[in-house]
């Protein structure tokens, strides 16, 4: 019988999803064992053959681990908020939820006919109003506790409210604003109720603040740093620009010390732990606090080497600082204001990568050096960040490197406390990390103790602290857009005001246009439906506001964060309408034991759900400060890009040949347009992009060749692969096992379609090994072949190594097909191997074996030493040294046993022609040399 793939697949695709083969219990004799996939974001384009990859290995570790009897939760959803659906509404017209139904439907398609076995009844979509309750839910956590540095926890607010009523504030340690003014019991009492309620918003974990924000005018919202590349939106390549807004934002620097420390606890790659380890940004230094000649403002600066105080010839403020404007001289006014506007087109990741230009402008304002009381011109300059800090730097030219490049450019006086060594760049290089020394007050000591003096002399004037510094800053929790969670928030005077628990959840209202409003509200501004009734507890008309009992509500949405910041979490009770899980589900599933997803979400996602995690276990509802113990990152499939050659100067279109010496640029053509040869078919892709209709295409004997890079799969790189073809042609199994050939799971490889053959080819080797199966006994050779797979096999996948299974399934039915197997003890078990990458044709043989239940259930080969132990050793015979022949014999044979066979066989006696050797050397287990 042929080996009939499709029939196979689409067999056993749909009987898994009518037994629901792989649903797991929330309660188990068996251990569990949780395997999770980052869920994708459900776009039109559907899914290529790069996207699979890591659910491939997760599945292949999922369907192992069931083998092994564990209980196993894989379960699967969609991250279905987000600006793609909500973009193709302002084009279209069409309501974001319509379209995310329909590519939601497309990736189930696609995800279901690749066999994976998730436990599709705990599906979750972060659009979906009873999932987003539950973020709604935490999210009014978040806004009623706050974090005790004491306690090193988040608690109640009302606890703190109870301390204001009890002592004020006066001996509360929080994570908090920095601007809290001091108030004693009484105070407290007598301030107004909104008053009150501002004063909380500075310690809440969520609040409301003005932020320097990232806003890209063209997507009309903020955009978080890892969201810009290269000064523009990662998606559509807007520009970006920093501007001040008032936004939700979440306290997730009262984590930062333990989002460290936990790194330590958990299972993850090395350069992702340094990903974050560098982004949160702990430094240990001073709080330096320069005064300002003439005026009542003061400037507090962080830096790591306070030892180099006396070095600081001028000051640079980040152009947003918020001094900027009230200290800035009339004269330098127009200069000032000129350059902030500048530097708001700018991202904060350009400006700190950017080492190499150097721009700035005085403010005419000077401060006064804390020690020697000399003044010191201050600055603006964009290498200096107001969100990282304090948003100002005490530039010590002798010390730091930027601050060394921009004094000379502008021709500020560099102190020369180098004993008269002339500050060169050479000179520099050698004494940068030489401590500043002042030869009354730090001579003679080490940077240690010098850092220790000069930390306990600010303090004694009052100037300035010890402190350890964080790079990481609040995260923003505000979008402007439509297509995203709506806060639970109505405003009472201005202030924010959570909707109860139990109203849950406030849904997404309808509304006629997806762009800001005409006043520049937020889209939630065009829904005319969208107040809230508290008497009522609903959502009423607009036109009851009455600031009595009707009140407005939030007009910006979570961003596209939040949904997957606990999205883990809920799987273990996905349909618990009454709690967020509860806590006999968190209690048997604990965590995640396996997380397979892209590194690019090392410092949003990941960094986001460990606070979040951490903020539920204070709490008490999570019952593990991390939620996943172990964290791989699959490396990418790339595809192989192709190119035309459009002639920058003329409207021709030059083959890859005829390039020399032309002014042309690249321009990405569909790789379905091209050939095996690399010719592209130019009258179908003048049809495709009609803009070339009449352009010229200059060939090349006759044809016009491409250009091929290797580069990130991609639908805007016309690389992408369909696996909807590679199933058709040959099979989800292939597939499967291909991706997996391609080389190890972290690293990134390049897809070649051509090569899937030779894996499909092993299937059908595989299956032809099962057309005639019987009861006979299997032989030593057919065992030990079995028995060294079974050991590689459970090997490979225990340390994710599945690429070399696939070479190790191929070795073993080459070498049982040799030895003619035909015994079910060997090629039962053999099924049982192949079942996790090859799921469907593992099915169907089990079941041809006589089986009536799934192959997921069978238990997973037990290795056996004894199948590999070698019974007999291949000698080579020589004759004075060299090898002639070799002969079979048995371990157990004795030094003077082995002379004896071999003196007596047939190939000595020919060799030796009737002499007599002078002697035979045995050295048993490796060689019989015979000397004549």
């Known amino acids: 019988m042929d080996y009939n793939f499709r029939e196979i697949e689409a067999k056993w695709q749909k009987y898994w999803a009518t037994n629901q083969t792989f649903r797991a219990l929330n309660q188990s004799d068996k251990p569990k064992f949780y395997v999770l996939d980052m869920f994708p974001y459900p776009s039109g384009a559907g899914l290529h053959v790069g996207h699979p990859l890591g659910y491939i290995a997760s599945d292949i570790y999922a369907r192992y681990k069931r083998h092994k009897g564990f209980n196993v939760l894989h379960p699967m959803g969609y991250d279905s908020f987000g600006l793609p659906a909500e973009q193709y509404a302002i084009q279209t017209g069409q309501h974001p939820a319509i379209t995310t139904e329909a590519n939601i439907k497309r990736y189930r398609e696609q995800l279901d006919q690749l066999g994976f076995s998730f436990d599709w009844s705990r599906e979750v979509r972060t659009s979906d109003p009873g999932y987003y309750k539950w973020t709604q839910w935490v999210f009014i956590q978040l806004f009623n506790s706050w974090y005790n540095k004491v306690t090193d926890k988040a608690e109640p607010i009302s606890d703190l409210i109870s301390s204001f009523e009890r002592s004020g504030n006066k001996q509360i340690e929080a994570a908090c604003d920095e601007d809290i003014l001091e108030f004693s019991a009484s105070d407290w009492e007598q301030f107004s109720h909104k008053t009150k309620q501002e004063i909380l918003l500075k310690y809440r974990l969520t609040y409301l603040a003005d932020t320097e924000v990232n806003w890209c005018p063209a997507l009309g919202t903020v955009l978080a740093n890892d969201e810009i590349v290269n000064g523009v939106s990662e998606r559509g390549g807007h520009p970006v620009?920093?501007?001040?807004?008032?936004?939700?934002?979440?306290?997730?620097?009262?984590?930062?010390?333990?989002?460290?420390?936990?790194?330590?606890?958990?299972?993850?790659?090395?350069?992702?732990?340094?990903?974050?380890?560098?982004?949160?940004?702990?430094?240990?230094?001073?709080?330096?606090?320069?005064?300002?000649?003439?005026?009542?403002?003061?400037?507090?600066?962080?830096t790591t080497r306070p030892d180099t105080i006396f070095g600081a010839s001028f000051m640079t403020l980040a152009p947003e600082h918020e001094l900027v404007r009230k200290i800035t001289t009339t004269e330098q006014k127009e200069t000032i204001d000129a350059y902030v506007e500048a530097t708001a087109k700018r991202s904060e990741r350009d400006r700190m990568a950017d080492v190499k230009t150097i721009s700035g402008a005085f403010t005419g304002a000077y401060a006064e050096h804390p020690f020697t009381k000399e003044p010191i011109p201050i600055w603006i300059g964009d290498y200096v960040l107001a969100g990282y800090g304090t948003g100002a730097v005490m530039a010590v030219p002798c010390g730091d490197q930027r601050d060394y490049d921009f004094a000379k450019h502008f021709g500020i006086p560099i102190p020369n406390i180098f004993d008269g060594v002339d500050i060169s760049e050479e000179a520099f290089a050698d004494k940068a990390n030489t401590v500043i020394a002042n030869s009354d007050f730090l001579n003679g000591l080490s940077f240690k103790e010098a850092t220790s003096k000069v930390i306990g002399e600010l303090e004694k004037i009052g100037q300035g602290e010890g402190k350890i510094n964080y790079r990481l800053r609040d995260a923003v929790f505000s979008r402007q857009r439509y297509w995203g969670e709506p806060f639970p928030v109505y405003y009472v005077e201005g202030m924010p005001q959570m909707i109860a628990d139990e109203h849950l959840p406030l849904e997404l209202p309808e509304v006629e246009k997806y762009l800001p409003t005409e006043t520049g509200e937020p889209p939630l501004g065009n829904a005319t439906t969208w107040a809230w009734d508290v008497e009522k507890c609903l959502v009423v008309d607009n036109q009851k506001i009455d600031h009595k009992t009707v009140f407005p509500l939030e007009l910006n949405t979570m961003p596209g964060w939040a949904g997957s910041s606990q999205y883990f979490n809920r799987y273990m009770d996905s349909t618990n309408a009454e709690?967020?899980?509860?806590?006999?589900?968190?209690?048997?599933?604990?965590?995640?034991?396996?997380?397979?997803?892209?590194?690019?979400?090392?410092?949003?996602?990941?960094?986001?759900?460990?606070?979040?995690?951490?903020?539920?276990?204070?709490?008490?509802?999570?019952?593990?400060?991390?939620?996943?113990?172990?964290?791989?990152?699959?490396?990418?499939?790339?595809?192989?890009?192709?190119?035309?050659?459009?002639?920058?100067?003329?409207?021709?279109?030059?083959?890859?040949?005829?390039?020399?010496?032309?002014?042309?640029?690249?321009?990405?053509?569909?790789?379905?347009?091209?050939?095996?040869?690399?010719?592209?078919?130019?009258?179908?892709?003048?049809?495709?992009?009609?803009?070339?209709?009449?352009?010229?295409?200059?060939?090349?004997?006759?044809?016009?060749?491409?250009?091929?890079?290797?580069?990130?799969?991609?639908?805007?790189?016309?690389?992408?692969?369909?696996?909807?073809?590679?199933?058709?042609?040959?099979?989800?199994?292939?597939?499967?096992?291909?991706?997996?050939?391609?080389?190890?799971?972290?690293?990134?490889?390049?897809?070649?379609?051509?090569?899937?053959?030779?894996?499909?080819?092993?299937?059908?080797?595989?299956?032809?090994?099962?057309?005639?199966?019987?009861?006979?006994?299997?032989?030593?050779?057919?065992?030990?072949?079995?028995?060294?797979?079974?050991?590689?096999?459970?090997?490979?996948?225990?340390?994710?190594?599945?690429?070399?299974?696939?070479?190790?399934?191929?070795?073993?039915?080459?070498?049982?097909?040799?030895?003619?197997?035909?015994?079910?003890?060997?090629?039962?078990?053999?099924?049982?191997?192949?079942?996790?990458?090859?799921?469907?044709?593992?099915?169907?043989?089990?079941?041809?074996?006589?089986?009536?239940?799934?192959?997921?259930?069978?238990?997973?080969?037990?290795?056996?030493?004894?199948?590999?132990?070698?019974?007999?050793?291949?000698?080579?015979?020589?004759?004075?040294?060299?090898?002639?022949?070799?002969?079979?014999?048995?371990?157990?044979?004795?030094?003077?046993?082995?002379?004896?066979?071999?003196?007596?066989?047939?190939?000595?006696?020919?060799?030796?022609?009737?002499?007599?050797?002078?002697?035979?050397?045995?050295?048993?287990?490796?060689?019989?040399?015979?000397?004549?």
């Open 241 to 302: 620009i920093r501007k001040k807004m008032t936004q939700w934002s979440m306290r997730i620097t009262a984590y930062a010390q333990r989002l460290l420390d936990g790194l330590d606890t958990i299972d993850w790659p090395q350069p992702l732990k340094d990903s974050q380890t560098n982004w949160i940004g702990r430094s240990e230094g001073a709080l330096v606090e320069f005064g300002i000649h003439d005026s009542e403002y003061k400037i507090p600066v962080f």
């Open 579 to 932: 709690a967020i899980y509860s806590k006999e589900a968190i209690g048997y599933w604990q965590d995640v034991d396996l997380y397979i997803g892209g590194s690019e979400h090392a410092t949003g996602h990941l960094l986001y759900s460990r606070f979040w995690q951490k903020f539920l276990f204070d709490k008490g509802i999570a019952p593990k400060e991390e939620f996943a113990k172990k964290l791989i990152n699959q490396g990418m499939i790339t595809g192989t890009s192709a190119f035309v050659y459009k002639d920058m100067d003329s409207n021709r279109v030059y083959s890859k040949g005829l390039l020399e010496g032309r002014n042309i640029i690249p321009i990405h053509a569909d790789v379905s347009l091209v050939n095996s040869s690399d010719e592209l078919d130019v009258e179908a892709f003048k049809q495709w992009l009609p803009e070339y209709k009449e352009a010229e295409f200059v060939l090349e004997d006759g044809r016009y060749i491409v250009g091929r890079e290797i580069e990130k799969m991609s639908k805007s790189k016309y690389n992408v692969v369909n696996p909807d073809l590679i199933c058709e042609e040959y099979g989800a199994d292939s597939l499967r096992l291909y991706e997996m050939f391609l080389g190890p799971l972290e690293q990134s490889k390049p897809w070649n379609t051509a090569g899937i053959s030779g894996v499909h080819s092993f299937l059908k080797k595989l299956w032809k090994l099962y057309t005639s199966v019987d009861d006979s006994e299997a032989s030593a050779e057919n065992l030990k072949t079995l028995h060294k797979t079974i050991k590689k096999v459970e090997e490979d996948i225990e340390n994710f190594s599945f690429n070399t299974s696939v070479s190790t399934f191929m070795i073993c039915v080459n070498e049982l097909t040799a030895q003619k197997c035909h015994s079910r003890r060997i090629l039962e078990p053999l099924a049982i191997l192949v079942s996790p990458y090859a799921p469907h044709i593992a099915e169907e043989l089990w079941e041809k074996l006589g089986h009536s239940q799934s192959i997921s259930e069978a238990v997973f080969p037990k290795f056996e030493e004894k199948h590999l132990v070698e019974n007999s050793k291949e000698y080579p015979i020589s004759f004075n040294g060299k090898m002639r022949f070799k002969l079979e014999l048995p371990l157990d044979l004795a030094k003077d046993e082995i002379e004896a066979v071999v003196m007596a066989h047939e190939k000595t006696r020919a060799q030796l022609d009737g002499r007599t050797p002078k002697k035979v050397i045995v050295v048993p287990g490796k060689i019989v040399n015979i000397v004549g």
